[in-house]
């Protein structure tokens, strides 16, 4: 196969070529068993700006529909249509981030998360230089000291990352506000309980990368189906879940149970956190592979920085969390701490301007399918 | 998989062409234990041949199997195909591929190909006809895969120009691959490179002028040089020149590989007019899928081959998208206008038209009471009257997907010669025979049944051939 045209494009053209490519797999409906994107498209005659980005943010990028494409380059049509949808969806991050501005993090985001994690990782060790001597940042601390708090205290990282989270949580509800009316949704409606669960299953089970009924999985990265891209993304965001989970059980441990961090080894945190990342090492690796390795009638030279640098990120907040666990009573636990510390902020603050939100505007979609399914196709009578 | 092609071997058997029945012939043989090489004149990315454009494969069954409902007997499959054939059949070889659609879909899923649920808006082929996943594009792609790993040697791009026949059995083909000539021997020989389409000479040798208006919605690389070849070396042919698959498709549409896209469904829910805006048919004889492939002959019978299917507001929604936007306008007179046809002419027909429809109870899934009276040609379903705007009109052309003339075969698929005696090595399966069984009209889905039955006898039978 040939690559399609490869001009960066603004949302207003992308949105009229879509429209063009639209009407295209609208006559044709071949791929209607792939995943949900066909069903929802095939509900509609026209294809409004906000539908696309419905469409957009539905398409998993799993490439059946391309390799099935009787119209794929370099057929005069031109349709490809994975690749279409790819650049949408990098486009509507960019428009719906808030603030607004921020959006334009978007424009070169594997540089915007590069250079804020080395600004994060700079600020930590700043923070800890500038609150112990040297002698105490490399000294080895015992986990009976309350080490990580004697170097870093609990009251200084609660506040920089609290106040990092709330500002994250507003940041992604406000993109999330923004995008679900603009599909023309009631914010009501996302709470119905049957769509809503529908949703959350296929995003938790990854349904649309099954590649149809029999669910073998998708084209990717080459035309043979296969389970990886689903079975490393399951790393990666469970053990992402898992991490959280580790957090969370050590913020109740720490306010409720009054027991402070570092916890042994078989606690129910260090499990948790240890399970989750090795998870989130091999998961962004494999994603990392296999990407590297498709077919580049798919690639989208404009947002390889977005993906790879949030891989980037989640593999380097799990090895230095890792690396914690092991050298944390030696002297270069201080090291470690502000390392890992820091990426961890700066996943925190790129969450909103990352490949992270993909994650959300594509709940936002499922869910959206799950509730249009049910609804009547105006204008368009049933056989 | 692109090697030099290696012109010292004989291969058990060599296949001529690269679409479902060459696939079909080729994996068979390679089961059978045969070395097989594909030759396939198209390039990778349109390889394939008109299986590229398909979606389903029509198949008999006395109960539901797979995602097939209810039951679609021999008979009534047998009776289709009297009807849209006009009899112009051969009952025997039709009967073969009714019968082998019932017992070979397991062996296309062990090659990689799935089946789906009927597509939205084909609803009404759920009993008879088997969807792929992904298209027909999507199966060709399981078989090449499937084809690869067996060890089958493709070349693409690979053009047979002529073949070495000496009476009844084949030597050799000569074929030219990267700009050099060369020669693929074998002890048989499977033809299935379809038909001559894509020949728009040839098309104007047996339609004369009013084939330069023709579009061609199927693949570009089915020129019939080796069915010409045949017939020179004394085939038996099987229908006529001017027969083929032809549906009435958007007068926009490329010259060639429109493919299923190009149709425009919304004819039996207006009228159809001419470039003088005169009705020239029954738009509503049939349900739409039994009788959208009358509509290209019609269309090519009419003056400059153009016809303009023309709807109102009503209609708008009730039959699949058509790729291109219909042309639009708010009263009739501005439609003519935009149609480039006379307005007089065609308010005076849709006056005429609306006058002669009787009250009925308008539905579209059922042969429905809306008739037309004292009108001809009559519109004896579906009938409404034209006068909710805006209206909406799609020019249509004549669009060929195949055409059926053709080498005659018997039931082993073994090619015929013109003393009525079948050849020893010689095997034809798809397009290129498909006249055998439909000599006119057509019937969805039937495309991929005789490819697909034919081509497998063709391949097992080459196999025991050479194999004994």
Known sequence: MYAAEDQPMSLDELIEDAQRVLRVCN???YCEGYCAVFPALARRLEFTENDIHYLGNLC???????????????HEFQVNFPKLMAKVRGQTYRKYAWPGFLGALYAKNGVAVSLITALSIGLLFLLAGALNNPTAFFAAHSDAQGSFYALMPHNLMVNVFGAVSV??????????????????????DFFRPRALGEGVHDALTLKNLGGGVENEGCTYPAEQKSQARRMFHHFTFYGFLLCFA???????????????????????????GTVGGIGLLIGPVGLLWIKHQRDPDFKVPEQTGMDAGFLVLLFMISLTGLGLLIWRETGAMGTWLAIHLGFVLALFLTMPYGKFVHGMYRLAALVRFHLEKRRPVPGLASE | MQAKPDIQKTYDLLVVGGGNAALCAALMAREAGCSVLLLESAPKPFRGGNSRHTRNLRCMHEQ??????????????????????????DEHLARTVLKHTETCRPWMYKHGVRFQPPLGGTLHLSRTNAFFLGGGKALVNAYYHSAEQLGIDIFYEAKVSDLD???????????????AEHQARAKAVVLACGGFQANLEWLREAWGPPADNFLVRGTPYNRGDVLKVLIAKGAKTVSDATQGHCVAIDARSPTYDGGIITRVDAV???????????????????????????????VAGQPDQIGYSIIDAKAMGRFMPPVYP???????RDLATKLEISPDALEKTVAEFNAAVRPGTFDHTIQDDCVTEGITPAKTHWALKLDTPPFFGYPLRPGITFTYLGVTVDDRARMILQDDKPCKNIFAAGEIMAGNVLGKGYLAGIGMSIGTTFGRIAGEEAAKHVRG
Not at chain 1, 246 to 272: E, G, K, R
Not at chain 2, 165 to 179: E, P
């Open chain 2, 64 to 89: 539901p199997q797979d995602m097939l409902t209810d039951a679609y007997p021999e008979e009534e499959y047998w009776q289709d195909l009297l009807k849209v054939t006009g009899g112009l059949t």
């Open chain 2, 268 to 298: 039996s829910l207006g009228i159809v007019v001419n470039k003088h805006a005169q009705r020239f048919y029954d738009e509503g004889e049939d349900f739409w899928p039994k009788r959208y492939a009358i509509w290209g002959r019609l």
């Open chain 2, 165 to 179: 026949i000496d009476g009844d059995t084949f030597r050799s083909a000569t074929f030219t691959y990267q700009g």
């Open chain 2, 326 to 332: 219909p042309i639009r306008a708010n009263s009739l």
């Open chain 1, 167 to 188: 500002f994250v949580l507003i940041a992604l509800l406000m993109g999330f506000v923004r995008f679900w009316p603009y599909m023309g949704e009631d914010l009501a």
């Open chain 1, 60 to 74: 998993h990028n799993c490439g059946s529909c391309l390799y099935a494409c009787q119209f794929a380059p370099p």
């Open chain 1, 27 to 29: 006559a044709c409906r």
């Open chain 1, 246 to 272: 580790a957090t969370s059980v050590a913020t109740v441990y720490h306010y409720m149970l009054d027991y402070p961090a570092p916890y042994p080894f078989w606690s129910l945190p260090v499990l948790l």
